[in-house]
Nanobody, 119 residues
Framework: QVQLVESGGGLVQAGGSLRLSCAPS????????MGWFRQAPGKEREFLAR????????YYADSVKDRSTISRDNAKNTVYLQMNGLKPEDTAVYYC????????????WGQGTQVTVSS
C-alpha cells in the first residue's frame, strides 16, 4: 500500500521557520516527482513546490520561492520543505503528493500536516 506520511507541522510564531518532511513508502518513487501543496480554510489547494526524485530538479510557486527550499534525502527516502519567514497567511494544512514523471497528475497524496503561524 502506497503511503505518503507528512510530519513537522505545528505552531510557530510569525517570522519563524519549519521543516516539513514527507516519507513515501509502498513502491519505488525513483521515477516520480514529489510536490508540496497547502490548503487554508475556505481556500483552494495551492501548489508550493516540486522536486524530481530522479534528477533533483526543482520548481517553486512565486508565492513561496523566496522563502522555501524543497530537497530530498535519498538515504532517508524523505522529501523536505523548509519554510522561513513564516506569516500568519501561511497557516494551512500542508500536503505531500507524488506523480509519475511523465504525467502531470498527482496520484498519491498524504494526509497532511497542520501548520499554524501566530502573529
Amino acid at each position: 500500500q502506497v503511503q505518503l506520511v507528512e510530519s513537522g507541522g505545528g505552531l510557530v510564531q510569525a517570522g519563524g521557520s519549519l521543516r516539513l518532511s514527507c516519507a513515501p513508502s509502498g513502491r519505488t518513487f525513483s521515477d516520480y516527482v514529489m510536490g508540496w501543496f497547502r490548503q487554508a480554510p475556505g481556500k483552494e489547494r495551492e501548489f508550493l513546490a516540486r522536486i524530481s526524485w530522479s534528477d533533483n530538479s526543482t520548481y517553486y510557486a512565486d508565492s513561496v520561492k523566496d522563502r522555501s527550499t524543497i530537497s530530498r534525502d535519498n538515504a532517508k527516502n524523505t522529501v523536505y520543505l523548509q519554510m522561513n519567514g513564516l506569516k500568519p497567511e501561511d497557516t494551512a494544512v500542508y500536503y505531500c503528493a507524488a506523480h509519475y514523471k511523465y504525467s502531470a497528475k498527482y496520484t498519491y497524496w498524504g494526509q497532511g500536516t497542520q501548520v499554524t503561524v501566530s502573529s
